[in-house]
């Protein structure tokens, strides 16, 4: 792979100019020598509706979603789909239903909603998970797939300075505050989509050259689509005993309608609704810009998948047909993961240099997202609560940049040798094995705590506890325990030799008993809990231009699941 040539360096120097300048400017005009913890924290009041759905959107895609969705895109095809468009309704569903109960009780973070609505036991316990799975999963993976992506698109050699440069780019726009990491995020969005475009646009030229029909991008689509009908499927068949292993493999990974049923909205319920990372965005603004900032990042994560998932698919047809060989296995050994780089590798002069901004506003927003949320919860959550109650807001903020310096410092240790492990079992794969476990615990404890007046302190214990027993039970044991095939599930054959779940299903399956424990739990209790919310059903209502974006997205997305089911 050719490294940089000078237009390149050029590009992503202006990229990297135009995101510092702005966010120091940012951070002189609007930010007060006084500055408060709810300013720093959440830039209370000033994001705008347009600032919080970009910086939701630049926050959430990263490295792992390139590298990881692309891979997925190689091996599936669209049905990977799913996971950005069912996204776009459990944003609405949040926007709806959630904020607005965040709001009305003015709430700074989850382990706050925790402790108001359960008790202290309950949200320590999930201030340190979370810390944890941030610092240890989240900033990590990020980090490592990252410097990997960026080093084989620069030629190699350079990992360790990448991992170097991208986290002091991380760090000196986390330590601006959210309101920097917000309006700074807008710029990386843009430059994320044109990148992400400009990419799947090559690809697409490819594909199209590679079957003689000239520079086409429209011809390329078509192509792909007539060569591997089966890519553009978004419901994937259920195996039968004449089923390949590739076949089953994929069921495995989206198992057809039943995921539908299960495990996509509890991934995404819980990363949209539950999540500081995401959730602290708009907690800071007043209902109708935070409703109109979710929705707006819905709106854009419908065309998501073209720069994520369509590269992916282009790298599948390529290879399928001789191309990309040497790319996919660079050394004798293939994966599917490869398949961004491999796009990457053709890239003209000056696009290289495009889309490596593209990949460095990926990284730098999903890094300072997290650093900013851990140090939200570690300063507010942990700190205040625990050793200086009595700290002053300048002493909070300071507390607050310490906690983004060191959180990153360790994510560094332990991507610099890949401490973890990441490299061998993938980014997406290891950020999902450690959180989908969690999922329907905390999803259960949120869902009921909101809506269910009756839900106990016992029961939101109960129900984490659980929540990740079933996960590991149904995940790892169920079929040897109970067999292959029962009224809950079937499990299928998997590469190792054993028998598998889907995983999606699983997670369904561990969601639904734990719900119903936690009911049992709480029909032990009173029938009003005196930490219960107060609802107000002229919460949910929304205004007409809310509407129309609501409907838009549910029409977009219906016209994509009848064009490609």
Known sequence: MEKFALIDYVIFFIYFFVVAGYGYWIYRKKTSKDQTS???????????????????????ISAEQFIGMSGNGFEVGIAVAAYEWIAAIALIIVAVWFIPVYLKNKIFTMPQFLNRRYNETTSLIMSIFWLFLYIFVNLTSILYLGAIAIDNLAGGGSFHLIIILISIFAIVITLGGMRVIGFTDVIQVVVLIIGGVATTYIALQLVSQHFGLGNDVLAGFTQLMKDSPEHFKLIIDKPTENSTQEEINKYLMLPGIGMYLAGIWIVNLNYWGCNQYITQRALGANLKTARTGILFAGFLKLFMPVIVMLPGIAAYVLYKNGALQEEMAPNGVFRADNAYAAILGFLPDGIKGLSLAALTAAIVASLAGKANSIATIFTMDIYKKYMNREASDRKLVNIGKATVIVSIAVSVIFTWDDLLGIGGEGGFTFIQK????ISPGVLAMFLLGMFWKRTTGAAAITGLIMGFLLSVLFNNYAPALFGNDTLLYTAYPNSKGGYEIPFQICMGLAFAFTVLTMVIVSLAGPKINPKA?????????????????IVLTILIIGALYVKFW
């Not at 720093?40 to 347009?50: H, K, M, N």
């Not at 450690?434 to 476990?437: A, E, Q, V």
């Not at 002229?538 to 007409?544: G, I, L, T």
């Open 533 to 549: 919310f107060v609802i107000d059903t002229k919460m949910f209502r929304v205004e007409p231009s809310v509407m129309v974006m």
């Open 38 to 60: 709810q300013d720093y924290f959440l830039a209370e009041g000033s994001l705008t509706w347009w600032a919080i759905g970009a910086s939701l959107i630049a926050s959430n």
């Open 434 to 437: 450690y959180t989908g476990f």
